[in-house]
């Protein structure tokens, strides 16, 4: 007996499936997708593969599988496709695996210290006295 209800069978059709450098079969993105991320600079040789999706507020974003189930992580401004880009290949593992990267965890006097030796030195200080002197006014 035949479950009606429930169609063992899709009557949609199922989008063109291409593939990736990494031989991984996804869905192809639609002219219009191509479109869309061409006029946000990424160009048109990757658009049909690119991983990213431009999000309303103005960020790159995914959805990824994480152990607690599907969320969605932002990678950067709209204005920098490649530096998004390379965030999130290198933060994918991580977040799928349901760990924060390291690079997301960082506090603010060690990504100082990367950009310019003996910052946190002059930097710490500053934001100890800073956060002192508002408690003194409480």
């Not at 920098?80 to 290949?89: E, K, L």
């Not at 690079?103 to 002059?122: D, V």
């Amino acid at each position: 007996m035949v479950n009606k209800a429930h169609p063992t069978s899709v009557s949609a059709k199922s989008k063109p499936l291409t593939t990736t450098a990494d031989n991984r079969k996804v869905p192809a993105r639609s002219q219009d997708g191509i479109e869309k991320l061409v006029a946000l600079g990424v160009p048109r040789a990757l658009a049909d593969t690119f991983p990213l999706t431009p999000h309303s507020t103005g960020r790159w974003c995914k959805k990824l599988r994480t152990p607690h189930g599907p969320k969605i992580f932002y990678f950067g401004a709209l204005a920098d496709w490649q530096g998004a880009v390379d965030r999130f290949h290198s933060e994918k593992e991580d977040l799928v695996a349901g760990r924060t990267p390291v690079a997301r965890n960082c506090p603010l006097w060690w990504s100082l210290e990367a950009l310019e030796p003996g910052c946190s030195a002059r930097y710490v200080p500053w934001v100890n006295a800073r956060v002192v002197a508002s408690r003194e006014t409480l």
